[in-house]
Nanobody
Framework: QVQLVESGGGLVQPGGSLRLSCVVS????????MGWYRQAPEQERELVAT???????NYADSVKGRFTISRDNAKNTVYLQMNSLKPEDTAVYYC???????????????WGQGTQITVSS
């Protein structure tokens, strides 16, 4: 059983910062890619940022220069540092992990439960 546990959401004023964390509960796995997605009301879920096992990162154009994704392999954790937040960043943010799980080491896709980010004055 694999669970992704997110934390760090909340209410922040425009221009403020937040850091999201996502911990993978299982210890025996191989990371393919981990990332963050978000979904605003009445909109489709969209990619925010991803990081591969080789630490190659990818960002949505809307967050480049403001958000930073990183990993701590020892803690099985991925982070999303969000700076210069804007009202349009308001959404539910979801952690995603593509992991290889033994014994067959196939790639499985996992999602966290989501955490609300509201940017408002």
């Amino acid at each position: 059983q694999v669970q992704l546990v997110e934390s760090g959401g909340g209410l922040v004023q425009p221009g403020g910062s937040l850091r999201l964390s996502c911990v993978v509960s299982r210890t025996i796995f191989s990371i393919v890619t981990m990332g963050w997605y978000r979904q605003a009301p009445e909109q489709e879920r969209e990619l925010v940022a991803t990081i591969t096992s080789d630490s190659i990162t990818n960002y949505a154009d809307s967050v480049k220069g403001r958000f930073t994704i990183s990993r701590d392999n020892a803690k099985n954790t991925v982070y999303l540092q969000m700076n210069s937040l804007k009202p349009e960043d308001t959404a539910v943010y979801y952690c995603n992990a593509q992991l290889k799980i033994p014994p067959l080491w196939r790639i499985y896709d996992y999602w966290g439960q989501g955490t609300q980010i509201t940017v408002s004055s």
